[in-house]
């Protein structure tokens, strides 16, 4: 069984920072793209953040790029996002995914593992 954990959401003030974990535990699809996705209520469901296996390869979608990083550590089974000049918009419910293939991408419909989520409330 897959198991994916996320940790490190939080209430922070604009201009602040935060570092999101992703533990995973089973099948955790390494092999794979992984990615940090997010919906804020009302919203649609995006991709926020995607790497490929071994970390190569990064995509971020332009409202976050410059401000957050992406990383994976395979030999620890861990994904992060690290967070910075963080904005009200960013307000929303992130959510660690393991895609089947080996790029994923952006698109939320590519990833089939998906964790609990933590929340990231921004106030201005």
């Known amino acids: 069984q897959v198991q994916l954990m996320e940790s490190g959401g939080g209430s922070v003030q604009a201009g602040g920072s935060l570092r999101l974990s992703c533990a995973a535990s089973?099948?955790?699809?390494?092999?794979?793209?992984m990615a940090w996705l997010r919906q804020a209520p009302g919203k649609e469901r995006e991709g926020v953040a995607a790497?490929?296996?071994?970390?190569?390869?990064?995509s971020y979608t332009d409202s976050v790029k410059g401000r957050f990083t992406i990383s994976r550590d395979d030999a620890k089974n861990t994904l992060y996002l690290q967070m910075g000049s963080l904005k009200p918009e960013d307000t929303a419910m992130y959510y660690c995914?393991?895609?089947?293939?080996?790029?994923?991408?952006?698109?939320?419909?590519?990833?089939?593992?998906w964790g609990q989520g933590t929340q990231v409330t921004v106030s201005s």
């Open positions: 790497i490929s296996p071994g970390g190569r390869i990064t």
């Open positions: 089973g099948n955790t699809y390494k092999s794979f793209s």
């Open positions: 995914a393991a895609a089947s293939s080996y790029w994923g991408g952006l698109d939320p419909s590519r990833y089939t593992c």
